[in-house]
């Protein structure tokens, strides 16, 4: 049960389950976490298995609590992917598009650069440290065997994926704003000089200003990521809660 559990951790957390760790490696980590977490918690008492259906069940519930744990934490990087994509899209490289190997899809380079970003402010505050940390709590509030998937479980996921938006909003705004100004004082040139090709010129000015504002805007993304990440860090304990006997 231990070992569903963090094989869940394992298939979407940031950092441990990225693609770029060699699976033997992360199957190690899956059974040295088990190995720990079997030795720390003790004798616990299992619910009794009656038939096959009962313990694939319980089997899927564990991997599901493991998967939760790692999707709620790589919300974080999404958003800054998700605000990367639209600012792409606004300042214009909306073409330029590199591979992401996580999900194997074409993704804005943009987006793609806060997405690395992400990965390493989440390193820098001990992000990994929060998703190994929560992996051990879930066993003190859903032992084993006793996880209760309901309602609210689901009505708590719907609400954290409606927060990614929420952070990728206020990451892009700093950029997003300063291209809408940028689009305001080209159409007002356009008016006062109707002979200038305001489509051309205003082309690479949109790409400069954008990548300028990005590149100001960087502690700003750093502050929004940390706070988020501290948010969604708590909010998942009650989320263990819903899970768990309570």
Do not use: C
């Amino acid at each position: 049960m231990i070992m569903l559990r963090s094989s869940g951790l394992f298939l979407l957390a940031p950092i441990l389950g990225h693609k770029s760790i060699p699976l033997l490696v992360r199957v190690g980590m899956i059974v040295l976490f088990a190995i720990i977490l079997v030795t720390a918690m003790g004798n616990v008492a299992l619910p009794e298995i009656n038939s096959l259906f009962q313990l694939v069940g319980i089997a899927f519930k564990e991997l599901l609590v493991g998967l939760i744990i790692g999707f709620v934490f790589m919300l974080i990087l999404l958003a800054a992917q998700a605000a990367g994509s639209v600012v792409g899209y606004q300042i214009g490289l909306y073409l330029a598009n590199v591979l992401d190997p996580n999900t194997h899809s074409q993704v804005s380079v943009i987006g793609q650069f806060w997405f690395l970003v992400a990965m390493l402010i989440f390193l820098t505050i001990n992000g990994h440290h929060m998703i190994i940390s929560a992996y051990s709590d879930s066993f003190e509030l859903i032992p084993p065997g006793y996880v209760a998937m309901n309602g609210a479980v689901g009505e708590m996921m719907i609400k954290y994926t409606a927060y990614l938006f929420v952070i990728a909003l206020k990451i892009a705004s700093p950029v997003m704003i300063t291209l809408f100004l940028t689009d305001v004082a080209l159409g007002v040139v356009a008016k006062m000089m109707p002979t200038m090709n305001v489509f051309f010129v205003g082309f690479p000015i949109k790409i400069g200003v954008g990548l300028m504002v990005l590149a100001m805007s960087l502690p700003i993304v750093a502050y929004v990521l940390e706070k988020a990440i501290h948010h969604l860090d708590k909010e998942l304990h009650l989320m263990f809660l819903a899970m768990g006997k309570a």
